[in-house]
């Protein structure tokens, strides 16, 4: 698989990465020995960066993650997030140099590595400047700990901010057909200061798939279910954006997922999306969408997806931790 520069501080991968988080977190039970193949798989066709965060499990994917590299280690991007913490299931965020400290050893240990590739502040924390918490992060980065810094869901101030004390070589935000709100002022910040985009759910947790009908086919703890984008009134409404997938699809012998992901790697060069999933059938999908060359007819339609998306992407209380 080609490889992508990500950002302009010297960190690249390939194209498509490998979300890891649906393994252990957030999409019902994993198969231990599947995910493990999954990765290994991946691996094998050319995958480099595999994402994982502390909070995933918590802590069991990062160690799911550990298991599957084991020997392989030098053929990975291993990128991690820190800074969040659930207590009695609601959100916390701890971004003070302590926590990044603490929250390092710990990743390090689970991944069973010398160093993180990429190492994310997972949300920012209002009580913290993010100069502090990135001046820490940049001591990691000094003491051979971790090699790049990313930030995830931030907006353009906290990144310029941010850039400032340590150069940032990574952006996670949701990004894809149906959730562009990162156009309007992260992704002109990020291409200015050379950092690169890591879309999240590129395939719209699982919708832009098109294999979703309605709610009643998530398994107990689904993530999805708190989401209001996820209800059944709004995923109906939403099916006029997968008729127009499928038709641009169509045309290419191609899936829904696959145009979904080839529409990033067309009009982001500098973005590698990390779809998520758990087997490995599913990403032999994934990756084939490398090779969907689309038009510019295939582009105009599939760019107006975005307006016509109902739903919001978050319930309040997690709309508020995430910057745009």
């Not at 710990?106 to 010398?114: A, F, I, K, T």
């Not at 992060?137 to 310029?160: D, Q």
């Not at 959730?179 to 950092?195: D, K, T």
């Not at 758990?278 to 090779?291: G, I, P, S």
Request: aromatic share 6%; glycine share 10%; net charge positive.
């Amino acid at each position: 698989m080609q490889k992508r520069k990500v950002g302009s501080q010297g960190l690249s991968a390939g194209a498509i990465g490998l979300g890891c988080m649906g393994m252990t977190h957030a999409y019902g039970k994993g198969e231990e020995a599947e995910s493990i193949a999954t990765i290994r798989r991946a691996i094998d066709c050319g995958v480099t960066m595999l994402d994982t965060a502390e909070v995933y499990g918590p802590h069991d994917n990062e160690e799911l993650v550990g298991k599957a590299i084991r020997g392989r280690r030098n053929q990975v991007v291993v990128a991690t997030k820190f800074g969040i913490q659930f207590d009695s299931e609601a959100m916390q965020l701890d971004g003070s140099p302590a926590n990044v400290n603490r929250a390092a050893e710990g990743s390090l240990r689970r991944l069973g590595v010398d160093a993180i590739d990429l190492y994310y502040l997972h949300r920012k924390d209002p009580k913290i400047p993010i100069e502090d918490t990135v001046g820490a992060m940049k001591r990691l980065v000094e003491a051979g700990k971790v090699r790049f810094l990313g930030l995830s869901e931030i907006g353009a101030e906290t990144l310029r901010r941010a850039h400032k004390v340590h150069p940032i070589s990574a952006v996670q935000s949701e990004y894809s057909l149906w959730e562009r709100g990162i156009e309007e002022s992260v992704l002109p910040a990020m291409r200015e200061l050379g950092v690169g985009l890591v879309p999240f759910s590129p395939l719209g947790r699982g919708y832009l798939t098109g294999t979703l009908q309605t709610s009643a086919g998530f398994v107990p703890g689904d993530f999805r279910r708190s989401l209001p984008r996820f209800d059944d009134e709004h995923m109906a409404v939403n099916r006029r954006l997968i008729d127009v997938t499928k038709a641009v699809a169509g045309r290419h012998r191609a899936t829904p997922a696959q145009v979904a992901l080839a529409w990033i790697l067309t009009t982001a060069p500098d973005a590698v999306p990390i779809p998520g999933t758990k087997r490995q059938a599913y990403l032999d999908e994934n990756l084939a969408a490398v090779n969907v060359r689309l038009t510019a007819q295939d582009l105009a339609e599939l760019n107006r997806l975005a307006s016509m998306a109902v739903g919001d992407r978050y319930p309040p209380a997690l709309a508020r931790n995430a910057e745009r």
